[in-house]
């Protein structure tokens, strides 16, 4: 089987090259063990915080050789483990490889892969509108920010896994939604997705577009991006604003410092003068409502989820890079490494 | 009689030279109106925000040549009023001058004066434990930082009127009290306050004294600098602290920008990677349970709250300054203006 491998560690954003693909023997189930064939693998921007050889805070870091971790999606072709059958689908953390063994009873803090009803809905949507990328941008809109019925939410990154759904929440609990993102076809899927209005933030006129778009500020800032942008939206905030943080990809290939200016001073002016509320969250899952709300929303066609598939394995690297770059592509970004069937 | 005016704007931390004495005639009340003799004025760092040329965020902006307004304590010395008789002791937001002219029915968004009971506490306390700081206080670690026994708290600014306040009620709640100060003359005076440990800001070992002062990290932190403090604070912070942000003495000489490196990427990594939760609050009175809960730990000897007194409206622009430059004193720097009596 093919597996990608860290090659060396990430200067700035990641680039392919800092990534190998291996050939090895598919592995065996042990006793108590389960041998998975890898159907997706969803490349999730915060696997980059693994990448730093000089870890900057939180992350366990991955070692020079090791086979890559995320989320993915697979199918049971062996089992020595009595709650899993040859056949069943599974969501978890395995390998960016086309085969793994995983021991549920030992698996890791995101516990044994959670087992998927093909019949509910298509097994993908385990790694986006009713897995990770669902439950956060219900954390983050519903518990976090606690956006209400006739509020208003600007949410970055809102092309992404997580924005397309934190907008499209907020649109199914009766708030407007404002999503920014960067050129115009990802600004045209935002409204084809529902949201009341889209700021471009690669158009030169960004600001202005913004201001228009939120004419009287927002109450919740669901932020994903940090830098250039969250200073265009911190001027437009509400008092008492809530700002849901859920990432920062505009700094992930920096340090604990960017260059200057100091932008912490203008930050805390802003948390002081409106009494702005933050609060950081991640991996976080935001229980079974989420998931019943979910469901409910897109047997509704309230909700969509909107998927971009590339194919095989050795195209994880290149699809993993993109996600830092700015790529073409709207909500969650798939490899599908083999057909379900 | 005398009073303080707005002489020029402030560039970076205000000059005593920035304010100018005037005598002019001593006002008459007018229908509706009472005429107040300052007592005390507290030099309050939150009017820094009104003083410059051009506004960076909220506070209204002082016009050159105006006088100047903030909290005091007052004897009313002729009322056409019904509310108020000559003789009663007044705490309100008034001016820097020896008497104020105020009509309660038309005033400010801080309400009427408010009337002071002299037997129950000296009355220049209502400018202290039981006026804005001790409020605050109460607000950031009860109500924001929601501080439990057993945990521990670290307060920036420790020494200062809101800190050492912050540091008292968290040991009155059975919380671990951390103060940060700068000189051994203040940090003396934190212990003396019944704070658990304090770290010296001067002191060339800083980092380390705050790292030896809270060897499980901190559930709360009370912010009121930013800077350099804060970045030694943040990695001491456990999973899932509270941050009630109440000032930002470090950059209130600054726009929205300070000089580089950009600090923003660091904190945003700390807020994520711990899931801090910030938020901004001011100028909020923390309710009556507030007042009763002060004023009962006040009784049982477990608050105590130290004021510094210069004398003379003269020393105003001075007291009001050093608040910006580092000074000596510990808890509130009131001036005193004229006798109780």
């Known amino acids: 089987m093919k597996q990608v491998v860290l090659a060396s560690y990430a200067k700035g954003n990641p680039k392919p090259s800092d990534f190998r693909i291996e050939d090895v023997p598919v592995p065996e189930a042990g006793a108590g063990e389960i041998l998975l064939q890898t159907l997706y693998i969803a ?200 700002m849901p943080m859920c990432g920062f990809i505009a700094y992930y290939g920096m340090g604990m410092e960017g260059p200057g200016p100091d932008h912490l001073p203008g930050f805390y002016r802003h948390i002081m003068s409106k009494g702005l509320e933050i609060k950081g969250f991640a991996g976080i899952f935001a229980g079974p409502k989420a998931l019943e709300d979910i469901a409910g929303w897109m047997k509704e066609g309230k909700v969509r989820f909107p998927e971009s598939v590339v194919e095989g394995i050795e195209a994880v690297p290149q699809a993993f890079s993109s996600v830092f770059s700015g790529h073409d592509h709207v909500g969650k970004l798939l490899v599908r490494v083999a057909p379900e069937t």
């Open 43 to 242: 490349v999730d921007p915060l696997i980059r915080f693994s990448l730093d050889e000089k870890l900057l805070s939180g992350a366990s870091r991955m070692e020079l050789g090791a086979t890559m971790v995320g989320p993915t999606v697979s199918k049971v072709v062996a089992s020595n483990h009595p709650d899993y059958a040859p056949g069943d689908f599974v969501e978890g953390r395995t390998f960016w490889a086309e085969y793994a063994v995983v021991a549920p009873d030992r698996s890791d803090y995101r516990g044994p892969p959670r087992k998927l009803d093909p019949a509910l809905a298509p097994v993908s949507t385990a790694l986006g509108a009713l897995g990770g990328p669902g439950q956060t941008a219900y954390e983050g809109v519903v518990n976090v920010g606690r956006l209400k019925a006739g509020e208003t939410i600007v949410v970055s990154a809102a092309a992404g896994a997580v924005g397309s759904m934190a907008g499209q929440i907020a649109k199914a609990l009766g708030a407007r939604a404002v999503g920014i993102a960067g050129g115009e076809a990802k600004c045209r899927a935002l409204l084809d997705l529902g949201f009341d209005a889209v700021a471009d933030y690669k158009a030169p006129d960004f600001a202005d577009q913004l201001k228009a778009a939120l004419p009287e500020g927002a109450d919740v800032y669901f932020e994903n991006v940090g830098g250039d942008v969250t200073m265009a939206v911190l001027p437009l905030l509400k008092r008492g604003a809530r």
